[in-house]
Every structure is written in structure tokens, then in C-alpha cells.
């Protein structure tokens, strides 16, 4: 591996003051025919921020895991399959792919819905809202919220030539996310 365009790497945590400070906020349009800038900002932040992220999930999934951890394997399991399975039916290139493409982030929000519904009828709905959902909850809604420093787009337009790098790199590749030339250049 010496091509350092395929290695995998873990980004560096971003300060607290650049992660939540400042005044680079903005409320987020859910006004269709501007949905795909808004899905491009989430999938710069989602990039970006990935150490942040993972640091606010890993708490969450650590906690509900040690009072039930057969509960949140079981969770983390059925997510896992739901992402494989869209992932095979994605690679045989059916009205999925194009939706994947398009539309990534409708895509995990579906995903996590057919989720909710299958570990509903297990009874373990408390423990995949608390070490699931409400993580990417609070993720998602960041990444919405948040705008892009030039910083940001900077180290987007490099992780863009080699998306596969990082961990949150390869789950967008996996949902079918590329960020697009303005995500990295556009600002709202």
C-alpha cells in the first residue's frame, strides 16, 4: 500500500470551536428543487467532521451496549444486513442504483426506517433508538445545519479524489454519495 490514495486513514477530531463555534449555522431549506445543495452540504459536513461523529456515536453505542449488549449486537446486526443487502442490490445495477445515486441520504433515512421495523418486532425498539438512531439523529441534523468553511472545502476537494480513504468515505461510496463539484466549491 504505498499509494497513499488507497490507504485507509482516520481523520484528526476537529477543535470544539470549529466543530459547534462560530457563526457558520445556517437553517437548513428543505425546499425540493434545492435538496441536492443541501444533500451535497451534508455530504461535505459528513466527510469533514467523521472523527467529530464518531466521537459523539461511540459513546452512545458503548453505553446501551454495556446494560444490553445482546440488544444493540442484534441492532447493529440488522442494520448491517440491511446495508449489505442494499449495497448487492446496488451493485446489480437496478432502480436502486439510480435512487442511491441521486438520492444517499433518503436512502439511509429508508434504511433506518426498514431498521426500526424489524427490530420493533423483536422489542428491542429503546435500545436501537438510543445507540442507533439518535446518534445519526444528531449527526445528520449537524451535518444539515453546519455550513462549509474554506477549510473544509479544501480538505473535501482533496478527500474527493480518493473517497475510499477514510471511513465515512467508504459508507457514502457504499450509499452510492459522491459529493459532487459543488459541494466543494459552493457556499450557501
Not at 437496478?94 to 423483536?122: G, Q, Y
Not at 468553511?149 to 459508507?171: C, I, R, W, Y
Amino acid at each position: 500500500m504505498a499509494n497513499t490514495e488507497h490507504q485507509f486513514r482516520i481523520p484528526p477530531i476537529r477543535s470544539i470551536r470549529e466543530f459547534v463555534g462560530g457563526n457558520e449555522w445556517s437553517k437548513p431549506t428543505f425546499n425540493p428543487r434545492e435538496f441536492g445543495e443541501l444533500q451535497n452540504q451534508v455530504i461535505a459536513n459528513m466527510i469533514y467532521y467523521q472523527s467529530n461523529y464518531g466521537a459523539i456515536a461511540i459513546p452512545f453505542l458503548l453505553l446501551v451496549a454495556f446494560f444490553r449488549p445482546a440488544a444493540i449486537i442484534f441492532g447493529l446486526a440488522v442494520f448491517a444486513v440491511l446495508l449489505a443487502g442494499f449495497v448487492f442490490t446496488t451493485k446489480q445495477r437496478t432502480a436502486l442504483t439510480v435512487l442511491a445515486h441521486d438520492r444517499p441520504i433518503v436512502v439511509l433515512l429508508v434504511l433506518l426506517v426498514i431498521a426500526f421495523m424489524v427490530i420493533k418486532m423483536f422489542g428491542t425498539v429503546f435500545i436501537f433508538l438510543l445507540g442507533i438512531a439518535l446518534p445519526l439523529s444528531l449527526i445528520v441534523g449537524h451535518a444539515t445545519a453546519r455550513t462549509q468553511t474554506l477549510q473544509n472545502k479544501a480538505e473535501n476537494a482533496v478527500e474527493s479524489l480518493s473517497l475510499q480513504a477514510t471511513p465515512m468515505g467508504l459508507l457514502l461510496s457504499w450509499l452510492g454519495a459522491k459529493p459532487t463539484e459543488e459541494s466543494t466549491t459552493k457556499r450557501r
